[in-house]
């Protein structure tokens, strides 16, 4: 499967997501419940920085989440396309050499798009989506001093 999604980014770097491969696979049996106790792992790894022009770069990457326990799998694998003005380009691709450091703006564009399909497949799976959980505000609200207004 090839999919194409442009991220907007800050500056003038466009940076494009084509997912090349997706797998999800759920190994719990779907009459146990889900355990309740469940650890989500989010990993993205950038496979490396390629100069394919003067203002192009390619940075395959492998997404992958993993269930503790071992309830499910999915892999998510691609290529980021990022184009903009040569310096910009010419600074990533030094970045990524010397420190090799993972370049944010890259990550973060392979990781909206990543998890949005991540999400489906989850919910193909029956699983549950690689999401933080959602707590409730432990903030209170300010009581007033009219008597008309409670927390």
């Known amino acids: 499967m090839s999919d194409d999604k442009v991220i907007p980014s800050e500056g003038r770097l466009n ?5 090349t491969q997706l797998s999800g696979e759920r190994f719990w049996e779907i009459e146990n419940p889900i355990p309740s106790q469940l650890h989500i792992t989010v990993n993205v790894n950038l496979l490396g920085v390629e100069k394919r022009s003067e203002n192009t770069i390619k940075a395959p990457f492998v997404f992958t989440v993993n269930f503790t326990p071992s309830i499910a799998q999915i892999n998510i694998k691609g290529n980021a396309l990022a184009l903009g003005e040569i310096k910009e380009i010419d600074k990533i ?13 890259i990550i973060q564009a392979i990781t909206n798009i990543t998890i949005a399909e991540a999400i489906i497949i989850s919910k193909a799976l029956g699983i549950p989506p690689p999401l933080p959980p959602i707590t409730p505000s432990t903030t209170k609200i300010q009581k007033k001093s009219d008597s008309r207004y409670t927390a």
């Open 15 to 19: 940076i494009r997501i084509h997912i």
């Open 93 to 105: 691709v030094k970045d990524h050499n010397e420190k090799k450091t993972a370049p944010t703006k």
